[in-house]
């Protein structure tokens, strides 16, 4: 009867594990489908400025040898390996560096989850942390409040790079680690073809160059966003699918040792009959 008791205690167990799990998956759907949405439009606003950048073919700055690396994750686990896997991309990235690169390279953590696995390797390296951004949902004034943080760190270091990796979302169950290099005041003064723009002074750059880094921000945040939502939803529904099969199972072993326990039962009554003949 104890083995009876533990089987049914197990099978309780992992229902309200199914309850939550379900429940999560509902919620994530929810915001994966609203965060779908406006990623279509933030892509539309994000990809204009990164043309830019890319048409007037902007370049690293040759001294110093130093890199800043952004990594955007989540603050949440539960989505399977899209947090561990962007930190496996940095840490790789990392790796391949010569020691004076590394000793100059840089962090800053969005999100709490890559701020936990790289603090555990490069605790020294990370200069900004930044949680809960867009806890409800990301606004313009968020990505902006982001930007100026890092605008800040590249004035001050002048660094030769600087790189944002993040989770770009393909559908709802693909998505790839990517990254975006943003560039500063002095690389675009230096790009080969900025100077075909006529009649730009030093506060329209800052200007532009501002808006452009918080509108990239916006739509990479979005981007990593929405590929969470889709991760932690198909995560969800596996976990459901697995709490069902256990349950499944479960009450299977549950039904047999019920079943043995009767018989046995059984067998001892009509052996204690037969014994009063």
Do not use: H
Not at 137 to 152: P, R, V
């Amino acid at each position: 009867m104890s083995s009876l008791k533990v089987i049914k205690s197990r099978i309780k167990s992992v229902g309200n594990t199914k309850k939550i799990s379900q429940t999560m998956k509902l919620v994530s759907s929810a915001k994966y489908s609203r965060s779908q949405k406006e990623l279509i439009q933030a892509r539309k606003f994000g990809v204009c400025p990164k043309l830019l950048f890319d048409y007037t073919e902007l370049q690293p700055n040759k001294s110093p040898n130093s890199q800043l690396f952004v990594a955007i994750t989540s603050d949440r686990g539960l989505c399977g390996a899209i947090n561990s896997g962007l930190s496996r991309v940095i840490n790789r990235t990392i790796d391949k560096l010569n020691n004076e690169q590394k000793n100059l390279t840089k962090l800053i953590c969005i999100g709490q989850k890559n701020y936990t696995i790289l603090s555990r390797l490069y605790s020294d390296k990370i200069i900004l942390v930044a949680s809960e951004v867009g806890k409800k949902s990301l606004t313009f004034i968020d990505a902006g409040n982001i930007a100026q943080e890092i605008m800040k760190i590249m004035n001050i270091f002048e660094f030769s790079r600087t790189r944002i990796y993040y989770n770009k979302f393909i559908n709802a169950a693909t998505y790839k680690v990517d990254y975006l290099d943003l560039y500063d005041k002095k690389q675009i003064n230096s790009a080969p073809k900025f100077p075909l723009y006529d009649g730009i002074n030093d506060d329209t750059i800052d200007c532009w160059l501002e808006f452009s880094i918080t509108t990239m921000i916006y739509w990479i945040i979005k981007e990593s966003s929405t590929s969470e939502y889709a991760a932690r939803m198909t995560s969800m529904e596996n976990a459901t699918k697995n709490a069902s099969d256990m349950i499944k199972n479960l009450s299977l072993e549950y039904n047999r040792t019920r079943q043995a326990v009767i018989t046995g039962e059984l067998i001892e009554i009509i052996s204690g009959a037969s014994a009063l003949k």
